[in-house]
Protein backbone atom coordinates (compact mmCIF):
# COMPACT_ATOMS: atom_id res chain seq x y z
CA UNK A 1 0.00 0.00 0.00
CA UNK A 2 1.42 3.42 -1.10
CA UNK A 3 1.28 6.22 1.73
CA UNK A 4 -1.47 8.02 -0.66
CA UNK A 5 -3.51 4.81 -0.36
CA UNK A 6 -2.80 4.71 3.41
CA UNK A 7 -4.02 8.32 3.55
CA UNK A 8 -7.25 7.91 1.86
CA UNK A 9 -7.83 4.67 4.24
CA UNK A 10 -7.80 6.07 7.12
CA UNK A 11 -9.51 9.90 6.05
CA UNK A 12 -12.41 10.49 7.94
CA UNK A 13 -15.51 12.30 6.34
CA UNK A 14 -15.91 15.59 7.98
CA UNK A 15 -18.28 19.04 8.35
CA UNK A 16 -15.98 21.90 8.05
CA UNK A 17 -16.76 24.53 10.31
CA UNK A 18 -17.95 26.29 6.70
CA UNK A 19 -20.32 23.51 6.78
CA UNK A 20 -18.69 22.04 3.61
CA UNK A 21 -17.87 18.46 3.37
CA UNK A 22 -14.13 17.57 3.96
CA UNK A 23 -12.14 14.99 4.94
CA UNK A 24 -9.22 14.79 7.92
CA UNK A 25 -6.70 12.68 9.10
CA UNK A 26 -6.77 12.39 12.95
CA UNK A 27 -3.02 13.32 14.53
CA UNK A 28 -2.73 9.37 15.31
CA UNK A 29 -3.18 8.38 12.24
CA UNK A 30 -0.21 10.64 10.93
CA UNK A 31 1.61 9.31 13.57
CA UNK A 32 1.27 6.05 12.85
CA UNK A 33 1.44 6.59 9.13
CA UNK A 34 4.76 8.30 9.69
CA UNK A 35 6.10 5.62 11.82
CA UNK A 36 4.56 2.73 9.08
CA UNK A 37 6.18 4.58 6.10
CA UNK A 38 9.61 5.64 7.96
CA UNK A 39 9.06 9.38 7.16
CA UNK A 40 8.65 12.45 9.35
CA UNK A 41 5.32 13.61 10.14
CA UNK A 42 5.45 16.84 8.21
CA UNK A 43 6.02 14.65 5.08
CA UNK A 44 2.91 12.64 6.04
CA UNK A 45 1.02 16.11 6.23
CA UNK A 46 2.15 17.15 2.99
CA UNK A 47 0.83 13.85 1.10
CA UNK A 48 -2.49 14.15 3.33
CA UNK A 49 -3.00 17.89 1.73
CA UNK A 50 -1.79 16.39 -1.55
CA UNK A 51 -4.74 13.74 -1.41
CA UNK A 52 -7.00 16.12 -0.49
CA UNK A 53 -7.29 14.92 2.93
CA UNK A 54 -6.74 18.06 5.79
CA UNK A 55 -5.13 17.13 9.24
CA UNK A 56 -7.81 18.08 11.53
CA UNK A 57 -5.75 20.78 13.62
CA UNK A 58 -5.55 22.72 9.90
CA UNK A 59 -9.10 22.62 9.81
CA UNK A 60 -9.11 26.56 11.30
CA UNK A 61 -6.35 27.72 8.50
CA UNK A 62 -7.95 25.94 5.63
CA UNK A 63 -10.71 28.83 4.82
CA UNK A 64 -8.37 31.80 4.87
CA UNK A 65 -4.70 29.81 3.22
CA UNK A 66 -6.63 26.80 1.41
CA UNK A 67 -5.28 23.84 1.05
CA UNK A 68 -2.69 25.08 -1.24
CA UNK A 69 -1.22 27.89 1.19
CA UNK A 70 -1.26 24.87 4.00
CA UNK A 71 1.27 23.09 1.73
CA UNK A 72 3.06 26.16 1.15
CA UNK A 73 3.82 26.78 4.81
CA UNK A 74 4.38 23.20 5.78
CA UNK A 75 6.99 22.84 2.82
CA UNK A 76 8.46 26.29 4.06
CA UNK A 77 11.61 27.28 6.20
CA UNK A 78 12.38 30.25 8.12
CA UNK A 79 14.88 31.76 10.20
CA UNK A 80 14.32 33.31 13.06
CA UNK A 81 16.91 35.36 15.42
CA UNK A 82 16.17 35.57 18.90
CA UNK A 83 13.82 33.82 21.17
CA UNK A 84 12.94 36.10 23.26
CA UNK A 85 9.71 38.24 23.87
CA UNK A 86 8.98 38.64 20.48
CA UNK A 87 10.32 35.36 19.23
CA UNK A 88 8.88 33.33 21.90
CA UNK A 89 5.85 34.49 20.53
CA UNK A 90 6.24 34.22 16.94
CA UNK A 91 8.18 30.57 16.82
CA UNK A 92 4.96 29.83 19.19
CA UNK A 93 2.45 30.69 16.86
CA UNK A 94 4.16 29.62 13.63
CA UNK A 95 4.26 26.10 14.76
CA UNK A 96 0.13 26.51 15.32
CA UNK A 97 -0.28 27.76 12.09
CA UNK A 98 2.30 24.59 10.44
CA UNK A 99 5.23 25.66 9.56
CA UNK A 100 7.19 22.66 8.48
CA UNK A 101 11.13 24.02 9.66
CA UNK A 102 11.98 26.55 11.95
CA UNK A 103 15.74 27.57 12.56
CA UNK A 104 15.91 29.56 15.77
CA UNK A 105 19.05 31.74 16.95
CA UNK A 106 19.64 33.12 20.53
CA UNK A 107 22.57 32.23 22.65
CA UNK A 108 20.68 33.87 25.58
CA UNK A 109 19.18 32.28 28.77
CA UNK A 110 16.08 32.58 30.78
CA UNK A 111 16.22 35.00 33.65
CA UNK A 112 13.69 36.41 36.15
CA UNK A 113 13.20 39.72 33.86
CA UNK A 114 11.99 37.75 31.18
CA UNK A 115 8.61 36.12 32.82
CA UNK A 116 6.80 39.81 32.33
CA UNK A 117 6.02 38.77 28.37
CA UNK A 118 8.43 35.68 27.34
CA UNK A 119 6.36 33.50 25.86
CA UNK A 120 8.38 29.98 26.66
CA UNK A 121 9.46 31.94 30.30
CA UNK A 122 8.26 30.27 33.27
CA UNK A 123 9.46 30.29 36.61
CA UNK A 124 10.67 26.50 36.54
CA UNK A 125 13.33 27.04 33.71
CA UNK A 126 14.93 29.89 34.76
CA UNK A 127 18.48 29.78 33.88
CA UNK A 128 17.74 27.40 31.17
CA UNK A 129 18.93 28.32 27.46
CA UNK A 130 15.93 29.89 25.31
CA UNK A 131 16.23 27.95 21.87
CA UNK A 132 16.32 24.75 23.95
CA UNK A 133 13.29 25.18 25.95
CA UNK A 134 11.54 26.79 22.42
CA UNK A 135 12.63 23.22 20.76
CA UNK A 136 10.98 21.71 23.30
CA UNK A 137 8.27 23.49 23.58
CA UNK A 138 7.61 23.65 19.83
CA UNK A 139 7.69 19.81 20.10
CA UNK A 140 4.89 19.66 22.07
CA UNK A 141 2.72 22.15 20.09
CA UNK A 142 3.21 20.79 17.15
CA UNK A 143 5.19 17.32 16.07
CA UNK A 144 5.42 18.09 12.68
CA UNK A 145 7.31 21.31 12.39
CA UNK A 146 11.05 20.73 12.27
CA UNK A 147 13.72 22.99 14.69
CA UNK A 148 16.84 23.75 14.40
CA UNK A 149 18.60 25.41 17.01
CA UNK A 150 21.57 27.44 16.72
CA UNK A 151 22.36 28.53 20.75
CA UNK A 152 24.71 31.55 20.48
CA UNK A 153 24.80 34.87 19.26
CA UNK A 154 25.55 34.60 14.95
CA UNK A 155 27.71 36.37 13.16
CA UNK A 156 27.92 37.69 9.78
CA UNK A 157 29.45 33.91 8.57
CA UNK A 158 26.71 32.25 10.79
CA UNK A 159 23.69 34.16 9.78
CA UNK A 160 24.58 33.31 6.09
CA UNK A 161 25.03 29.77 7.08
CA UNK A 162 21.21 29.18 8.77
CA UNK A 163 19.92 31.28 6.20
CA UNK A 164 19.98 28.39 3.27
CA UNK A 165 17.27 27.46 2.14
CA UNK A 166 15.02 29.70 4.02
CA UNK A 167 12.14 31.47 2.68
CA UNK A 168 11.46 34.36 5.36
CA UNK A 169 13.72 35.79 7.92
CA UNK A 170 12.19 37.19 11.06
CA UNK A 171 14.32 39.99 13.23
CA UNK A 172 13.28 39.00 16.66
CA UNK A 173 16.26 41.38 18.03
CA UNK A 174 17.07 43.64 20.31
CA UNK A 175 19.36 45.52 19.31
CA UNK A 176 20.49 47.43 16.22
CA UNK A 177 24.13 46.17 15.25
CA UNK A 178 22.23 42.53 14.89
CA UNK A 179 19.94 43.93 13.04
CA UNK A 180 21.86 45.42 10.35
CA UNK A 181 23.81 42.45 10.36
CA UNK A 182 20.57 40.39 9.90
CA UNK A 183 19.64 42.67 6.99
CA UNK A 184 22.42 42.48 4.97
CA UNK A 185 22.70 38.62 5.20
CA UNK A 186 19.17 38.43 4.31
CA UNK A 187 19.92 41.00 1.02
CA UNK A 188 23.01 39.18 -0.04
CA UNK A 189 20.52 35.56 0.58
CA UNK A 190 17.66 37.36 -1.87
CA UNK A 191 15.63 36.30 1.50
CA UNK A 192 12.90 38.60 2.38
CA UNK A 193 12.55 39.80 6.31
CA UNK A 194 10.31 40.52 8.69
CA UNK A 195 11.16 43.40 11.11
CA UNK A 196 9.43 44.45 14.44
CA UNK A 197 10.09 46.32 17.49
CA UNK A 198 8.50 47.51 20.82
CA UNK A 199 8.80 49.61 23.09
CA UNK A 200 6.61 50.36 26.26
CA UNK A 201 2.94 50.75 24.49
CA UNK A 202 4.48 51.06 21.44
CA UNK A 203 5.85 49.09 18.43
CA UNK A 204 6.24 48.72 14.97
CA UNK A 205 6.34 45.83 11.90
CA UNK A 206 7.96 46.15 8.26
CA UNK A 207 8.80 43.58 5.39
CA UNK A 208 12.12 44.67 3.93
CA UNK A 209 12.68 42.49 0.32
CA UNK A 210 16.81 42.35 -0.92
CA UNK A 211 15.58 45.61 -3.30
CA UNK A 212 14.45 47.51 -0.42
CA UNK A 213 16.36 50.26 0.89
CA UNK A 214 15.12 48.97 4.60
CA UNK A 215 16.30 49.74 8.10
CA UNK A 216 18.31 53.09 6.79
CA UNK A 217 15.05 54.40 5.88
CA UNK A 218 13.65 54.99 9.39
CA UNK A 219 16.54 54.16 11.41
CA UNK A 220 18.99 56.35 9.61
CA UNK A 221 22.98 55.30 9.24
CA UNK A 222 23.97 51.94 11.23
CA UNK A 223 27.37 53.75 12.01
CA UNK A 224 25.75 56.82 13.69
CA UNK A 225 22.86 55.23 15.64
CA UNK A 226 22.55 53.92 19.85
CA UNK A 227 23.13 49.95 20.18
CA UNK A 228 20.02 50.23 22.21
CA UNK A 229 16.38 52.27 21.42
CA UNK A 230 13.89 53.91 23.83
CA UNK A 231 12.72 50.49 25.13
CA UNK A 232 15.47 51.10 27.24
CA UNK A 233 13.85 53.23 29.23
CA UNK A 234 9.87 52.26 28.32
CA UNK A 235 10.58 48.62 28.91
CA UNK A 236 8.79 46.23 27.25
CA UNK A 237 4.82 45.57 27.70
CA UNK A 238 3.68 41.57 27.43
CA UNK A 239 0.47 43.14 24.99
CA UNK A 240 2.68 45.12 22.95
CA UNK A 241 5.07 42.42 22.16
CA UNK A 242 2.43 39.69 21.53
CA UNK A 243 0.60 42.13 19.26
CA UNK A 244 3.59 42.79 17.07
CA UNK A 245 4.83 39.29 17.08
CA UNK A 246 1.27 37.91 15.74
CA UNK A 247 1.66 41.12 13.02
CA UNK A 248 5.09 39.85 12.08
CA UNK A 249 3.73 35.80 11.95
CA UNK A 250 1.03 37.48 9.56
CA UNK A 251 3.61 39.29 7.28
CA UNK A 252 5.56 35.71 7.13
CA UNK A 253 2.71 33.89 6.28
CA UNK A 254 1.68 35.81 3.76
CA UNK A 255 4.87 36.40 1.97
CA UNK A 256 5.41 32.47 2.46
CA UNK A 257 1.95 32.04 0.61
CA UNK A 258 1.71 34.66 -1.77
CA UNK A 259 -1.97 35.83 -0.15
CA UNK A 260 -2.41 39.15 0.46
CA UNK A 261 0.12 42.17 0.58
CA UNK A 262 2.83 42.81 2.55
CA UNK A 263 4.01 45.47 4.77
CA UNK A 264 6.73 46.34 2.26
CA UNK A 265 8.02 49.82 1.97
CA UNK A 266 5.72 50.36 4.58
CA UNK A 267 6.03 50.52 8.62
CA UNK A 268 2.68 49.51 10.63
CA UNK A 269 3.21 51.67 14.06
CA UNK A 270 1.08 50.75 16.69
CA UNK A 271 0.43 53.01 19.75
CA UNK A 272 -1.82 51.21 22.05
CA UNK A 273 -1.39 53.80 24.52
CA UNK A 274 -3.57 56.13 22.57
CA UNK A 275 -5.22 53.20 20.85
CA UNK A 276 -4.01 54.23 17.75
CA UNK A 277 -2.59 52.51 14.21
CA UNK A 278 -0.83 54.31 11.08
CA UNK A 279 1.21 53.22 8.09
CA UNK A 280 3.91 55.27 6.94
CA UNK A 281 5.32 54.59 3.55
CA UNK A 282 8.82 54.41 3.41
CA UNK A 283 9.16 55.25 -0.39
Known amino acids: MTLHDHILKYARPCVAPNNKPCS ?25 LEAGVTPQRYLRNIG ?8 KLLRAKVLLVGAGGLGGTIAHLLARMGLGALVIADGDFFNETNLNRQAFSSEENIGLSKVQVARLEILKINAATEVEVFEGFVTDRELASLIQGCHVAIDALDNMPSRF ?3 KVCKEARVPLVHGAVAGFSGQVTVIYPEDVGFRAFYGDAQ ?14 AGIVSA ?7 EAVKIITGLGRP ?17 ISLK
Open 224 to 237: TIPEKGIEVELGNL
Open 244 to 250: VASVQVQ
Open 24 to 48: TISLSDRDAAASAFGISKREVEIAA
Open 181 to 183: SLE
Open 64 to 71: SLEIAGQK
Open 263 to 279: LRNRLLFLDSLSGSAEI
